[in-house]
């Protein structure tokens, strides 16, 4: 019999699945990585979802969501499971805007929750553990300031309607989340010639591996190796300071950024489908 337990604290989420999700680190770093992100995992969280579905004791799939997505994965490709999660969201009435996973976790959930998806970006999560050298491009890497906060803001809000991030968030919950990135020294600049020309983020972290994201240039700074570079140097950075992988997301549909990063270093592992349900 399929049950599901519910955990009011991430740590009490964590302390029962952890080992499970770190089995498979890199593609179940979204959960690992959100729950080690928060600054009191002890204490319940306004709007957080934690489950799993379990069978003879077994943990057999999870769901978490801090927003208004799903974000799911599984140990054993079976829908039955999925469907068990999705069903504790609709009896008790928590209306989610999608789901995100790798794709059979994704699919499967959105199946049994019933929405019609109207939405769909596919993902490859790449791993690296060895940075390859490459001709640098003209400046440096520097971690962001406070001064650079206003900056990072607008170019993050630039990155995620390039990469039709779903929700849109609002300028305050992105402005929240850059300063709490350069306050952690997790955000990072290339410089040249005294102008920021392109940004890239630790925005993850788990216990082996550092997820780089929010990789961003404007477009009068493209074609000129600048977040090659950036991310070339941070990813260098990552395993310097202690973690044994780096980890990103790209999205499958741009065959530059895939190509640029294997170029660095990063291999592809799996995919992610990032699925947005209509509005009802």
């Given at each position: 019999m399929i049950t599901v337990?519910?955990?009011?604290t991430p740590q009490q989420f964590l302390d029962a699945t952890e080992s499970t999700l770190e089995q498979r680190e890199l593609e179940n770093n979204l959960q690992l990585g959100i729950c080690n992100g928060f600054a009191d995992k002890t204490q319940p969280q306004k709007g957080c979802i934690f489950i799993n579905a379990l069978e003879d004791g077994q943990i057999l799939a999870t769901a978490m969501n801090t927003a208004a997505k799903a974000?799911?994965?599984?140990?054993?490709?079976?829908?039955?499971y999925m469907s068990a999660l999705s069903d504790y969201y609709r009896a008790n009435e928590i209306d989610l805007?999608?789901?995100?996973?790798?794709?059979?976790?994704?699919?499967?959930?959105?199946?049994?929750?019933?929405k019609p998806v109207v939405g769909e970006v596919n993902m490859i999560v790449h791993q690296l553990t060895t940075v390859n050298q490459l001709p640098p491009a003209s400046g440096r890497m520097e971690v962001a300031e406070d001064a650079d906060i206003e900056l990072l803001t607008n170019w993050t809000i630039r990155f995620e309607e390039e990469v039709h991030v779903s929700p849109i968030l609002p300028r305050a919950t992105v402005l929240k989340s850059v300063q709490t990135r350069v306050n952690a020294g997790n955000f990072f600049k290339w410089v040249d010639k005294g102008e920021i020309v392109s940004i890239a983020a630790i925005v993850r972290k788990t216990k082996n591996i550092g997820i780089v994201g929010l990789v961003y240039t404007p477009d009068e700074w493209r074609g000129k190796g600048y977040a090659t570079s950036c991310?070339?140097?941070l990813s260098e950075r990552i395993l310097q300071s202690g973690f044994a992988h780096c980890g990103l997301f790209t999205d499958k549909a741009n065959p530059t950024s895939n190509h640029i990063y294997r170029e660095i270093g990063y291999v592809p592992v799996t995919e992610f489908a990032d699925l947005a349900y209509a509005n009802e």
């Open positions: 337990q519910a955990y009011p974000i799911v994965s599984g140990t054993i490709k079976d829908p039955r805007t999608g789901a995100v996973g790798e794709r059979f976790y994704a699919a499967a959930f959105s199946d049994a929750y019933g991310v070339q140097k």
